[in-house]
């Protein structure tokens, strides 16, 4: 599968973003999707994570209340909904899709199959 993300740009603290993540194939519905960040001179954070059917989702606790990542089956399309934005969460975001699911939470990159080409996101104070 290859994935697209887009979104990203210049937002003043406070503002707002949503990031899309366009996934081709047939099998997206089956797929857990996530989105990563990594800052400059930092590691890669896991961010958030959305089970294939979209009924359970899991976030990072810094970005809990402030962000939202939903999907949209019928278009291939997972969302990061991103409010109340702070300088901090500069990074270029990575969304990102793994084949199998069995239910439980994936924060780890290696879990991850797939990785879009990530979208840069800045905050400015």
């Known amino acids: 599968v290859q994935l697209q993300a887009y979104g990203g740009g210049l937002v003043q603290a406070g503002g707002s973003l949503r990031l899309s993540c366009a996934a081709s194939?047939?099998?997206?519905?089956?797929?857990?999707m996530g989105w990563f960040r990594q800052a400059p001179g930092k590691e890669r954070e896991f961010v958030a994570a959305i089970t294939p059917s979209g009924g359970m989702t899991t976030y990072t606790d810094s970005v809990k209340g402030r962000f939202t990542i939903s999907r949209d089956n019928a278009k291939n399309t997972v969302y990061l909904q991103m409010n109340s934005l702070k300088p901090e969460d500069t990074a270029v975001y990575y969304c990102?899709?793994?084949?199998?699911?069995?239910?439980?939470?994936?924060?780890?990159?290696?879990?991850?199959?797939?990785w879009g080409q990530g979208t840069q996101v800045t905050v400015s104070s």
């Open positions: 194939g047939r099998t997206f519905s089956s797929y857990g």
């Open positions: 990102v899709a793994r084949r199998s699911y069995s239910g439980r939470s994936y924060s780890q990159p290696n879990e991850y199959d797939y």
